[in-house]
């Protein structure tokens, strides 16, 4: 448990590095972003952005040797900040809560620290086309009926995700984003299984 406190620590303050950097790099291109402001699309090259999502989450996880009723999901929760290099590149950091699920005579609950390079491209000056691929550090905890079979415990650890979205600018700050994702998790025993995101959030531009 101390190694993943300072491990989430690290991230957060990588975190915390990246928004103060989007936050500098923003404020050098505001004659930039205020000659965009009339397209009515809300940021370009170097534009940064700050997320809140909610959404429902999809557990592809066993239920264990008995017939123990399990959810295939739980409500979810993100937040993300990133920042694009150019027109249609960037990075983004993020936090994400899966939820919890019942399963195998427990529960299962998973939440993430995720940092992706990010990607758009613009069919309109207000919509875009958006893509991600990164890393996911899962934090999971398990707990199941000994009869199951399932392994109990925690884990956590680094492991693939991606995802795709649109995303419709209806001011030139604010723009409404849906996204599907897909992340890969390290659960108990040393399994890995994958949780899918489907969410939809509002996007403040900056």
Known sequence: MKKSFRNTASLLAVAASFALAGVAQAQSTTTNTNARANTGFSYG???????????????????????????????????????????????????????SIDRAGGRTKARGINL?????????????????????????????????????GSDNGFDLSYGIGAEYAFTPKWSAVVQVESHKLRFAGGNKDRVSLATLGVRYSY
């Open 116 to 152: 992706s390079l990010v990607g758009k491209f613009p069919l309109s000056p207000q919509f875009n086309l958006l893509g991600k691929i990164g890393t996911t550090y899962s934090d999971t905890d398990t707990t199941a009926n000994p009869l199951s079979g399932i392994a109990t």
């Open 45 to 99: 090259a170097g534009g940064s952005y700050f997320d809140l999502n909610a959404g429902q989450s999809d557990f592809s996880v066993g239920n264990g040797l008995l017939p123990f009723t399990s959810d295939d999901g739980d409500t979810s929760y993100s937040a993300h900040i990133g920042s694009y290099f150019n027109d249609n590149l960037g990075m983004e950091i993020g936090y994400t809560d899966f939820g």
